[in-house]
């Protein structure tokens, strides 16, 4: 892989590109070695002409959003990472009268409710706490306290395998509990999403998002590094209800532990390394399969 040259390319066409980047500065479980470039982007020109460069190099590289459900090795990431910041990032336009609302997929969520409170539009409310992208968002169909965003998504921008930007409905997505039809097709970038919200009084939706934030802060444990839910709620049951049932708030390894605040959260008590988050899990699912017949599913993606 020439860097060199890579580094060249983003200099000329106005990406940042920072070589062996550890990736533990950009996940909110701040676990990860480095990658060999971690490139951010700011419009969608930039990153059609990155990834066309990317693919015809044939240098291995993922998008991420934020960070925000993703677990990366030790030994970090053989390939690019590429991100997006800037005008791309908060790309956002709402028109109140027909209830849309449409981000760019790097737009934090926390900022598109925001977007929508100001245009009195309600429905995403939910996802006012959720630490990560729209387009993270869009990509396991992220949801909390009822809500998720197949309930609101009409359609997605993105870019497909030949670097040509298509749109895709929401009906067309194949969302489902915490999947869509993007973690099919790695190859496709996510690049926008248009919601369908309803008209609300800017009041009564500020209070709901206070009160789900202050849910969250009184029952999560958000002051330590963490990826949020770390295993998916199994049919039947939900995973925090079955591993404090099996006792196991504060089962340690390394720096990892089951929070003793909620018991759906593994955490990083401040030097846990990716080999001890997955060692704790491992252990998480043996014991709640031996102890319960249910077979939990780690919820973070694993970025190799």
Known sequence: ???????????????????????????????????????????????????????????????????????VPDDGYRGIVV????????????????????????????????????????????????PGSVGGAVFMNAGAYGGEISQVLVSVDYLDENAEIRTISAKDAQLSYRRSIFMDHPEWVILRAKFSLGHGDPAEIQSTMDDLMGRRKSKQPLE???????????????????????GLKGLTVGGAQVSEKHAGFVINRGNATFADVTALCTKVREIVQAQTGFVLELEPEVLK
């Not at 900022?111 to 409310?125: D, F, Y």
């Not at 709620?233 to 209800?241: D, F, I, V």
Request: net charge negative.
């Open 1 to 71: 892989m020439n860097l060199d040259a890579l580094q060249n390319f983003c200099a000329e066409n106005g990406c940042t590109c920072l070589i062996h980047e550890p990736m533990s500065a950009h996940t909110s479980f701040h676990i990860g070695g480095p990658c060999d470039a971690f490139i951010t982007v700011e419009t969608d020109a930039q990153l059609c002409a990155l990834i066309a460069y990317l693919r015809a190099s044939q240098h291995p590289f993922r998008v991420i959003g934020k960070g925000s459900n993703l677990l």
């Open 83 to 130: 991100t997006f910041s800037g005008t791309a990032a908060e790309d956002m336009t709402a028109d109140p009268e027909q209830g849309i609302l449409c981000c760019g997929a790097g737009t934090t969520l926390k900022n598109a409710c925001r977007a929508a409170l100001r245009a009195s539009l309600t429905g995403l409310e939910f996802a006012y706490g959720i």
């Open 224 to 246: 330590f590094p963490s990826a949020g839910s770390t295993f998916k709620r199994p049919e039947g049951s939900y995973a925090s209800m079955l591993i404090d049932q099996c």
